[in-house]
C-alpha cells in the first residue's frame, strides 16, 4: 500500500461549483499535513496546512480525520484559475515528507 | 520574494552522458531537499540535507546518483551515467526549520530532464 493516496481524477467541474478532494495516509504517526497546489509543469506551491479542528482560507476548506487517517480539501464557488493538480503531503515514517500522485482539477466555463 | 533557484531549467542529454543540476536555496534555510517527479507523478524525494550532512538518501540511487552541500549552502545532483528512465523533473526545495510541526517546502522551479 502506498503511504499515501488520492482520488486519481481528473475531476472536470463547471465554474462555481463545489469540489472535494479527498486523501488517505497509512502512517499512522504522521504530524504534519498539508495540500499543494501544482500548474501545469510548474512547481508545487504550499496551498494550506492541514489542522487538527480543520482550517480554512476563503473558498478553500481543509479537513483532518486522525481516526481514519484521511484528508480533504473543499474548494468552494470554483474558479478557473483553481485548474491545476492538487498535491496531499504528509510526513512519512522517516520523517520526511511523502507526497501524493495528485489530483487534477479542470475547472470549465 | 526570496526563490529557490535551479539551474539549468531544461536539459537534454543522450543515455550514459553525465548530467548535473544546481540548486541554491532561500538565504538561511537550513534544509534543503532534491526530489523527482515523472510526469503525472507526485514528487518522489532523492535526499535530505540538514546543512552540510545528508538526513535521508534511502531512495537515492547511488550506483549512479550523487548528491552533495559542501559548505552548507547550495547544492549539486549528479547522474552517472544517464539512463531513459531518469528522465523526469527535478526539483529542489528548501525550509527554515528543522521542526517538522512547522516546516513548510518552498520549491524550485525545476530542472526538465530528457533522456534520449
Known amino acids: 500500500r502506498k503511504e499515501v493516496e488520492q482520488d486519481p481524477g481528473p475531476f472536470n467541474v463547471p465554474e462555481g461549483a463545489t469540489v472535494a478532494f479527498n486523501c488517505t495516509y497509512s502512517n499512522s504517526a504522521s504530524q504534519s499535513f498539508f495540500w499543494y497546489r501544482q500548474d501545469c509543469r510548474k512547481e508545487p506551491k504550499l496551498l494550506m496546512s492541514?489542522?487538527?479542528s480543520g482550517n480554512e482560507d476563503g473558498r478553500f476548506t481543509a479537513q483532518l480525520n486522525r481516526a481514519s487517517q484521511y484528508i480533504s480539501l473543499l474548494i468552494r464557488d470554483s474558479k478557473l484559475s483553481d485548474s491545476a493538480t492538487y498535491l496531499c503531503v504528509v510526513t512519512g515514517y522517516g520523517q520526511n515528507f511523502v507526497f501524493g500522485p495528485g489530483t487534477r482539477l479542470s475547472v470549465l466555463p | 520574494e526570496a526563490e529557490v533557484a535551479q539551474s539549468p531549467r531544461y536539459k537534454i542529454t543522450e543515455k550514459s552522458q553525465a548530467v548535473a543540476f544546481w540548486c541554491d536555496p532561500i538565504?538561511?534555510?537550513?534544509?534543503l531537499y532534491w526530489y523527482r517527479q515523472i510526469l503525472g507523478q507526485g514528487p518522489e524525494l532523492l535526499v535530505q540535507f540538514q546543512d552540510e550532512s545528508v538526513v535521508d538518501d534511502s531512495q537515492l540511487p547511488k550506483d549512479r546518483f550523487s548528491a552533495e552541500r559542501l559548505k552548507g549552502v547550495d547544492s549539486t545532483l549528479k547522474i552517472q551515467p544517464a539512463e531513459l528512465g531518469d528522465s523526469a523533473m527535478y526539483l529542489c526545495?528548501?525550509?527554515?526549520?528543522?521542526?517538522?510541526?512547522?516546516?513548510?517546502?518552498?520549491f524550485g522551479a525545476g530542472t526538465r530532464l530528457s533522456v534520449l
Open positions: 538565504s538561511g534555510h537550513a534544509t
Open positions: 492541514v489542522y487538527s
Open positions: 526545495a528548501s525550509s527554515p526549520v528543522d521542526r517538522l510541526a512547522k516546516n513548510i517546502q518552498y
